[in-house]
């Protein structure tokens, strides 16, 4: 059951590293262009990438050109998932997101079945149902005035958990036993970073933007950037671990988005009541009685998902 313990620190990590997201969001670039800030995450990716070459020894047995092209590009495609996830956090709170992206096990068992030769039931298309009802149910409790920004937030987190997830698969798709897991992590980390590089230096207002952040708070936001490169590796070879050595990697991902929103819901209302700034989620009645529901409807429909 190592897998499982890989999914319990992918859960923690992935959890902070969304509120991170959401706070340099919203405190340093002001909800625009927040995406500027993967200019930050080229740099940092390339350095723990190299580090991880280097703890392997630099390992590249079994590994052809053309598998680490495959495994470099799964970075990459989660590299650039990593726009409209921006994009999603600059229209709406954390936990809607974290709610939006537990999309992710109809994902994986859909291309798990397509490109893994992996198999769902008809009690699991019932499940993919029950999932989908709880982004569905915020939206349609949303003032009207505001539906229409959350359903843009919700096709934005839906594009990237689709990105991510067709990543993921491939990086899942090509690897093998034979293949040194540290040194695989790091072909990732490098494509991620070329996305990162890309997106950051190939869109001008992304460029201008992160060097302005930066200038004008006088470089504090490199403290949260740098801490949330380090969660999000965390996050990164903790959760590809948990996809290769679990049953199948829908079983992975609904372990996996069966505890984030409830991880999610209680650490922001923790985090709102004991650093307002930081967790910022509303806390009136109907909005925590609507997400509480939402989040019973995923971890139904996750577990499900499992049976």
């Keep these: 059951m190592n897998w499982l313990f890989f999914v319990i620190i992918a859960v923690l990590a992935d959890s902070l590293r969304i509120f991170i997201d959401n706070y340099t969001s919203d405190v340093y670039f002001k909800g ?23 703890i392997s020894g630099f390992n590249f047995n079994n590994i052809t050109p053309a598998i680490a092209f495959l495994i470099i590009l799964s970075g990459v495609l989660h590299g650039f998932a990593g726009v409209p996830y921006f994009r999603a956090l600059e229209l709406d709170e954390s936990t809607n997101i ?11 068992l859909i291309l798990g079945w397509f490109f893994l030769d992996e198999s769902f039931s008809p ?9 989908i009802a709880a982004p569905v ?9 505001s539906r229409k920004i959350k359903l843009k937030a919700v096709l934005f987190a839906f594009l990237y958990v689709l990105i991510a997830v067709a990543g993921n698969i491939l990086f899942v ?7 040194n897991f540290t040194t695989s992590i790091g072909l990732v980390l490098i494509g991620k970073s070329i996305a990162d590089f890309i997106v950051g230096y190939g869109n001008p207002k992304f460029r201008k933007r992160f060097f302005t952040v930066c200038k004008s708070s006088h470089r504090k936001v490199l403290i949260p950037l740098t801490i949330n490169s380090i969660i999000s590796c965390i996050q990164q070879f903790t959760y590809r671990a ?7 990697v829908a079983i992975a991902s609904a372990a996996s988005d069966s505890a984030e929103p409830i991880v999610i819901f209680f650490m922001g209302l923790v985090l709102t009541l ?8 509303k806390l009136d009645k109907k909005t925590v009685l609507v997400h509480l ?11 499900l998902l499992q049976m």
């Design 32 to 54: 625009r262009n927040a995406a500027s800030q993967k200019l930050f995450n080229g740099y940092s990716l390339a350095v723990v990438a190299l580090i991880l070459f280097i």
């Design 137 to 145: 149910l915020i939206i349609l409790t949303t003032r009207k005035k």
């Design 123 to 131: 009690l699991q298309l019932i499940a993919f149902a029950i999932i």
């Design 274 to 281: 004991i650093w307002p700034r930081f967790g910022r989620e």
């Design 293 to 303: 529901v939402a989040t019973v409807l995923v971890v139904v429909g996750v577990v």
């Design 173 to 179: 798709k090509v690897n093998s036993d034979s293949i």
């Design 98 to 108: 974290g709610i939006f992206n537990q999309l992710a096990p109809v994902l994986y």
């Design 242 to 248: 948990a996809l290769i050595t679990a049953p199948a």
